[in-house]
Structures are given as C-alpha cells and as structure tokens.
C-alpha cells in the first residue's frame, strides 16, 4: 500500500489532497485500485455491478435446468404411456373386459355358462331333488 500526498498553496487557501491506492495481482494478471480519493470501495460496486449483470444469465440458466428437467419427464411419461397403451391393445370392446371363465367343480346333473352380464364370483348350488 502507498500513500501519495500533495499540497498545494495559494495566497488565500490550502488544500491537501491525499490517494490512497491498492494493488492487488490475481490469477488473471489485473490490477484493483479501490478507494482512490474518496474513500468509496469501488471494487466492491463494480463486483456487486457484475453480479446484477449476470441475473439474467443465472435465471436463463436456472430455467434452462427447469425445462431439461421437465422435457426428460414427459419423455418418460410419454414411455410410460407408450407401454400402457401397447399392453392394453388386445382389449377391443367391453365384451373383452367382461369374459369370466365358468367351471363345475364334480356335478354331472347340471351345466354352467356365463356372459358379459355376469358378476365375478363364486356360486354354490344346492340340488334337492333330481327329476
């Protein structure tokens, strides 16, 4: 740090005038001065200027994470779909949703059948008489 100070003398004032300088090396060869004459750290503003220049850059960023991230669910959604539909393409009609498989457990007396109309379950008959 260095301290330049100069005075200056007239017949009816004086004034001093003093700069304080800072330099500083980073890894990209820059020099900083801060503070020259004021007081005033305009390193700080000039990073706080960058910063509010490069919002618009992280918020296009952020939405670009947003939008990838939203475009690999509805892909994966959109496969989901894809599979629903083709293991789903052998039912046609309500008739396919509604075939149940009838079986007579032992009974020679009688015969079962079923249609669409029919309610799963199962049933037991009780014969009291033969004719």
Same mark, same amino acid.
């Given at each position: 740090m260095s301290s330049v ?22 890894? /990209? /060869? ?12 305009? /390193? ?88």
């Amino acid at each position: 740090m260095s301290s330049v100070s100069s005075t200056t003398s007239t017949a009816a004032t004086t004034s001093t005038a003093t700069t304080t300088s800072t330099t500083a090396k980073s890894s /990209g /060869g820059t020099v900083k001065f801060s503070g020259l004459a004021s007081g005033v750290d305009t /390193g700080s503003i000039v990073d706080s200027l960058i910063e509010a220049e490069s919002a618009p850059k992280t918020l296009l960023e952020n939405k670009e994470t947003y939008l990838k991230t939203k475009l690999e669910t509805y892909t994966d959604f959109n496969e989901l779909l894809s599979d629903f539909y083709a293991s789903s393409s052998g039912i046609n009609n309500t008739t396919d949703l509604n075939t149940y498989n009838v079986t007579n457990n032992g009974s020679d007396y009688f015969s079962v059948s079923t249609n669409s109309l029919a309610k799963e379950g199962t049933y037991s008959i009780k014969v009291v008489s033969l004719a």
